[in-house]
């Protein structure tokens, strides 16, 4: 069992910076990949980050490419996400997610994780 645990959402104006913490319980942590996902008012929960159990490999929505940075620290069980330069189309509750499965491709769609952080707020105003 895998608990998530993410923090740091907030309110922060148009063009602002927020980061992301999401921490997991468990000793296996490393071996996983996990990802990022958010879901807005009236939408579908939607891919944001993903990033392998080493660091060496990430994947970006096109709509967060350049603005976004996902990394981990294993040592510390924790993922992070920056975000910069934010948006109010940025404006969701934000989900971190876990793959158990340690190799293969970056997963992109919510089934494909198996474990879920309870969802930080993030509001962005223009």
């Known amino acids: 069992q895998v608990q998530l645990v993410g923090s740091g959402g907030g309110l922060v104006q148009a063009g602002g910076s927020l980061r992301l913490s999401c921490e997991a319980s468990g000793r296996t942590f490393s071996n996983y990949k996990v990802g990022w996902f958010r879901q807005a008012p009236g939408k579908e929960r939607e891919i944001v980050a993903a990033?392998?159990?080493?660091?060496?490999?990430?994947y970006y929505a096109d709509s967060v490419k350049g603005r976004f940075t996902i990394s981990r620290d294993n040592a510390k069980n924790t993922m992070y996400l920056q975000m910069n330069s934010l948006k109010p189309e940025d404006t969701a509750v934000y989900y971190c997610?876990?793959?158990?499965?340690?190799?293969?491709?970056?997963?992109?769609?919510?089934?494909?994780?198996?474990?879920w952080g309870q969802g930080t707020q993030v509001t962005v105003s223009s």
């Open positions: 990033i392998n159990w080493s660091g060496s490999s990430t």
């Open positions: 997610a876990a793959d158990t499965a340690r190799w293969g491709n970056l997963r992109t769609l919510q089934y494909e994780y198996e474990y």
